[in-house]
């Protein structure tokens, strides 16, 4: 570990999820750095459940440390808490896998996907003890680059960032480092490194360029700079499938947004909704091969041991083989007990066949996205959705066992009248009416609906946003429209759209204003909880800036943006066309490969088919629909108990992350686990007495049982080896048919505990004996769910002694809702502010005088309740 190691650890137990924070995680990768000469910190400025969950950061963590010489590690911004403390104890922010601190490395890389995390990456910077602006930085310095979605207009960041990748990562990535490796070491200074490093395609190096402002819009606007590239063309991966999806994803502790193996099927989209940033710039369509994704899957479910597998892509339902697929993929999982997602359905995708097959293991949500309430709306932004499509989804999914769906809609846009936002409760009424009909326990629908935002590279970017005020009132009109209580209403704060739209079309002026806002305290502002506007609008004031000219102005098409510079592969005359469609409400039918509109440079690749060839053409329905198998019988189940240790950093995992992680495990290997039956599976393992997080334990305990008998010195050797450090099996024996349970049968732990202030042994055996003779009661005030409670801790001391290293050694009765924590008896011994360092030494069964190991009380069977009148 590192020369900072010490301080983090003085840390964690004071913070919210400190398992966050403590690496570790499977398939994580530690490289000798004797081997390595690039350093590369990926840097998702979001929580780490956020950017744990990103399948960008997931394929260039595994690309990266494929290549030899090349070591990527993974920070995140520190959730607020933790900020606060590394400033307070002078900690640098460091990554997960060797906590180095970032201005260490050669690269730090940013992950750009959302306009409200920019004053989070002036935190890590900050943090990571690198200069904010790419004009203060020295020679050795990090260079700081980023890429993304955001990248398409990158000015807001300009003044931050050394150097922008424009495009898709996996070649852009690669070459910029060979590049850069050539550079080091050859000697090139740091001004002649971005100079060169300009020159590879997709790679856009803000400090190279001039600004000025336009006299038209009064954007400040990048100039040509002879000797770089203008415009920056985004670098385009035509065969996707050059780069197999990664089948060894970090397998993180704690529960993270999309907590699962998630595969990309299909890169682009070929619906072209004119709101959709996402639709343009990852044009064209190009598909993964059905071989390629099962081939992955079949890896990555090995490999990590999730039970959950998604499907993504802009516009799953599109992918051409995606009936057949899934078909294939559900055979495979069901008796695995594997579940099946697809991420982003259009409602005409979500058809019986489909919805059939993804309920064979369990029911994952279903979403719909209809955008717009009426006909009229959704031609206008080209969705491609009629409401004969959106109704017959929704009753598929209830007919199929669904009783939630969760409805999208967006407010403000282009053209949008009173008519169309009656046309949401309308049609949110209509589908609660058909979930009636079908679901048994009641339908449920939860209305979602944000606000529009003219982003750019769209047909819509020269388009004024719709003001706060109308936001506000088109909200309150759909939650009085939806009062009923098997409607649930979400919506986004305008203010944040409103911050969102600034910096979704700002240019290099706004970098000003966010480092004012981040002075200012602002962090997290995606975070409603967390978003601090009245601090936004005072850093607009300070540094002069007029919000109107990106919010509301209406532009003429052939006006000057600020990212006219980047080349998004997508012609200006193509979205001028589609925004002259838009407004006298004519959609454009998807494309494909003998319906090309001639959208972009990639035209000659679309229509010859190479990138997805043969694929586009295909339909969910050619293929007949296959009949889903009858489930198995329920397998014998075999039942074995284990003694476990739970050591070093695993400490910070709380029950439920313990349990995910044990369970995990099992999976990957492979040990044939019963499952509970019913619509949710759930594998049947049961934990003895919860720890609490930051205690060490030299004996666990936990229950589980399995469809065939397995040998139980092999079965805990093939555990082992597939739990990460500081978690391991002691032993593993066979229990008997009909035993207790071991909540029924634990009744209390043993603990040793060393004082921060520690005494002798006589000293404490002494010390002691005074405390607890002829007191009646010890009483402690402790919190619980947020409330100061009093506990007598008397009571639940079996025995306490001093040991011969001066240690405090006790055995606690557990169970029952007054049952006391060691910390608890700690301080009702020695006061309030005394502390120690906890260890649980083993849970016992206190039988007839006796303290028993529950390994030797696997054949005491339950007790058969007395007959009635006995």
């Not at 920019?118 to 004009?135: E, K, Q, S, W």
């Not at 001639?598 to 007949?624: I, N, T, Y």
Request: with cysteine; glycine share 8%.
């Amino acid at each position: 570990m590192s020369v900072h190691s010490e301080a983090i650890e003085r840390i964690l137990p004071r913070v919210q999820k400190p398992a966050r924070y403590i690496g570790g995680e499977w398939n994580s990768v530690v490289k000798d750095l004797s081997t390595v000469d690039i350093r590369m910190a990926l840097a998702f400025p979001d929580s780490y459940e956020l950017g744990m969950s990103h399948l960008g950061l997931r394929i260039l963590y595994s690309l990266l440390n494929s290549r030899p010489g090349v070591w990527a590690e993974r920070v995140f911004c520190p959730w607020l808490d933790m900020e606060a403390e590394l400033r307070r104890e002078r900690v640098p922010l460091t990554t997960l896998e060797s906590e180095t601190p970032l201005r260490e490395f050669h690269v730090v890389g940013f992950s750009l996907q959302y306009e409200l995390n920019y004053t989070n990456i002036l935190t890590m910077l900050h943090l990571g003890g690198i200069p904010l602006f790419t004009a203060d930085r020295k020679e050795d310095d990090p260079l700081i680059i980023g890429g993304g979605s955001m990248a398409c207009n990158p000015e807001p960041l300009a003044d931050f960032f050394d150097c922008i990748l424009v495009g898709d990562g996996e070649e852009l990535v690669l070459d910029f480092l060979a590049k850069l490796r050539s550079l080091r070491r050859s000697g090139a200074s740091r001004a002649d490194t971005l100079r060169e490093l300009s020159t590879v395609e997709g790679v856009y190096v803000p400090s190279l360029y001039e600004t000025a402002p336009d006299p038209s819009t009064r954007f400040l606007l990048p100039l040509p700079t002879p000797g770089a590239p203008f415009p920056v063309k985004r670098r385009i991966l035509y065969d996707i499938d050059r780069y197999p999806f990664p089948d060894d994803v970090v397998v993180p502790f704690n529960e993270i947004v999309h907590d699962r193996v998630s595969v990309e099927i299909m890169r682009g989209c070929t619906v072209g909704c004119r709101f959709c940033q996402a639709g343009i710039i990852y044009r064209p369509v190009r598909e993964r091969s059905p071989e390629s994704i099962k081939a992955v899957l079949e890896k990555s479910l090995r490999r990590t041991g999730f039970d959950e597998v998604s499907l993504t892509s802009l516009n799953s339902g599109e992918y051409g083989s995606v009936a057949g697929l899934i078909s294939d993929l559900m055979d495979d999982f069901q008796e695995e007990k594997t579940s099946l997602s697809l991420s982003s359905l259009r409602p005409s995708s979500l058809n019986e066949r489909i919805a059939e097959q993804i309920r064979r293991v369990r029911k994952t949500g279903f979403t719909m996205a209809p955008e717009a309430g009426t006909q009229r709306l959704r031609d206008v932004i080209n969705k491609g959705t009629s409401e004969s499509d959106i109704l017959a989804g929704a009753e598929n999914a209830f007919r199929q066992g669904w009783e939630q769906l969760k409805l999208y809609f967006m407010i403000g846009l282009p053209t949008e009248t009173d008519e169309d936002i009656q046309g949401i409760l309308d049609l949110a009424h209509k589908i609660l009416r058909i979930g009636k009909q079908h679901a048994r326990r009641g339908a449920r629908i939860t209305v979602s609906a944000s606000s529009f935002i003219p982003k750019p590279h769209t047909p819509f970017q020269w388009l004024p946003m719709e003001r706060m005020e109308a936001l506000r009132e088109k909200q309150a009109r759909i939650r009085s429209g939806l009062k009923n209580p098997a409607i649930q209403f979400k919506w986004h704060d305008v203010e944040i759209s409103w911050l969102e739209g600034i910096f979704a079309k700002g240019d290099r002026s706004l970098g000003r204003t966010l480092l004012r806002a981040w002075e200012r305290g602002c962090r997290y502002d995606g975070w409603t909880e967390h978003f601090r506007y009245r601090e936004w609008v005072e850093a607009l004031n300070e540094t002069g800036v007029d919000t109107s000219r990106y919010l509301y102005q209406r532009l003429e098409v052939g006006s000057r943006h600020p990212w006219d510079h980047i080349d998004s592969g997508v012609e200006e005359r193509y979205l001028a066309k589609e925004l002259e469609l838009s407004l006298t409400s004519r959609p454009t039918d998807t494309c494909g490969i003998d319906k090309c509109y001639g959208c972009g440079s990639f035209a000659r690749q679309c229509l010859s088919g190479e990138l997805v060839p043969g694929k586009m053409q295909e339909s969910s329905e050619v293929e007949p629909p296959r009949p889903v198998p009858p489930p198995s019988p329920p397998p014998p189940r075999f039942r074995y108990r284990a003694r476990y240790r739970k050591l070093g950093r695993m400490k910070y995992l709380s029950h439920l992350e313990l349990s995910r992680t044990i369970m995990r495990a099992f999976r990957r290997a492979q040990v044939p686990l019963s499952y509970t039956e019913g619509f949710h599976p759930m594998p049947r393992l049961a934990f003895a007495s919860a720890l609490a997080v930051g205690v060490e334990s030299q004996g666990e305990y936990l229950d589980f049982e399995v469809s065939r008998p397995i040998s139980p010195k092999p079965l805990r050797d093939q555990i082992n080896q597939c739990l990460p450090r500081g978690l391991g099996l002691d032993q593993v024996a066979e229990v008997a048919s009909g035993a207790q349970s071991l909540g029924d049968l634990i009744n209390a732990a043993s603990y040793s505990a060393r004082l921060e202030a520690p005494l002798s042994s006589a000293l404490l055996a002494r010390d002691l004996a005074e405390r607890l003779g002829g007191v009646t009661e010890l009483k402690v005030t402790r919190e619980r769910k947020g409330q100061q409670e009093e506990v007598d801790v008397l009571p639940s001391i079996h025995h306490i002694a001093a040991a011969e290293d001066g240690t405090l050694e006790m055995v606690l009765r557990v169970g029952g809702t007054g049952a006391a924590r060691p910390d608890d008896v700690i301080r009702g011994l020695f006061g309030p502010a005394a502390s120690a360092r906890i260890t649980r030494q083993d849970l016992l069964v206190l039988r007839d005088g006796e303290a028993l190991s529950p390994m030797a009380c696997r054949g005491l069977l339950r007790v058969p309740p007395a007959p009635a009148g006995a």
